[in-house]
């Protein structure tokens, strides 16, 4: 295992402040020491992501973190937690450790300000998009593919934006993630929230637990099946909206965070081979 690095800093969001972002890398791609921590100013965003993000003077002409061909991974929160939600922690150690990818967590600029209710849709695309940009021209290497990738509420985030790629201001990503997509509110099956899968033109993965009550497997398989690209599914057998499993003696919540992460590193390996192949999209 090549072990991994982390770094911190704080990017800009522009009418919304600065949130948190941390960078978890294969060690033998680590950049310099001085990018950590390092404060940057707000990067041009949209599907060509034009112009690089301001760094800070003392940061400035920091090297690429990534190999040529690493992938880069962009991981958003959800709803009522933050980039160090122990899922996400899980998935980003494991992803870097193994060398399979870079992971890159942030906060949605509610959980900077303290708040407990989630940013409107457009204050978290926006963020969303301003770290995607950050990622493209500062982060990734020249041949990296990038995906997308959330949580919840950072899932459908990452959804939407795909999805606006066709519509001229989304991510143009190789993949795209989702843990606990919410499909449905409470008790009310009848009523699918699809509208930010409409478009969804890229290879896709999306975890569902029987017990979700946001997400009925059985409702979320013909759905993926229906996209531009059909989707896959993987099932949590016994998980919750975040995954976890009913706590047993010799069981865990958390047990079911090794599956989650294996599906997630065979499913970006398998893609990004086939994106490093195929080139840029048009």
Do not use: W
């Amino acid at each position: 295992m090549p072990g991994s690095v982390s770094q911190t800093f704080r990017l800009a969001i522009p009418d919304h402040g600065e949130v948190t972002v941390k960078v978890d890398a294969p060690a033998e791609v680590d950049a310099p020491a001085e990018v950590a921590h390092a404060r940057v100013g707000p990067a041009a965003v949209g599907p060509a992501a034009v112009g690089p993000a301001t760094v800070a003077p003392a940061e400035a002409g920091a090297a690429e973190t990534l190999a040529p061909t690493t992938p880069a991974l962009i991981l958003a929160h959800g709803a009522n937690n933050n980039l160090d939600f122990p899922l996400l922690s899980y998935l980003a150690d494991h992803l870097a450790t193994s060398g399979c990818a870079q992971v890159i967590r942030f906060n949605f600029p509610y959980v900077e300000r303290g708040a407990t209710s989630p940013d409107p849709r457009p204050v978290l695309e926006a963020t969303f998009l301003q770290v995607y940009a950050h990622v493209q021209n500062e982060l990734r290497g020249s041949g990296s593919p990038v995906f997308v990738a959330g949580k919840s509420l950072g899932g459908r985030a990452a959804a939407e934006l795909v999805s606006r790629r066709a519509e001229g201001d989304g991510v143009d990503a190789a993949g795209l993630i989702v843990l606990g997509y919410p499909l449905h509110a409470m008790g009310k099956q009848e009523s699918l929230f699809l509208g930010p899968v409409r478009h969804i033109d890229i290879p896709s993965l999306f975890f569902a637990g029987t017990r979700d009550p946001l997400c009925d497997p059985d409702l979320l398989r013909p759905v993926l099946a229906g996209l531009t690209h059909p989707g896959r599914l993987h099932v949590v057998e016994g998980g919750d909206h975040s995954l976890h499993l009913p706590r047993s003696p010799g069981r865990r919540p958390e047990d079911s965070y090794p599956d989650v992460a294996r599906e997630v590193a065979d499913f970006i390996q398998t893609v990004a081979v086939r994106a490093v192949t195929a080139g840029p999209r048009l």
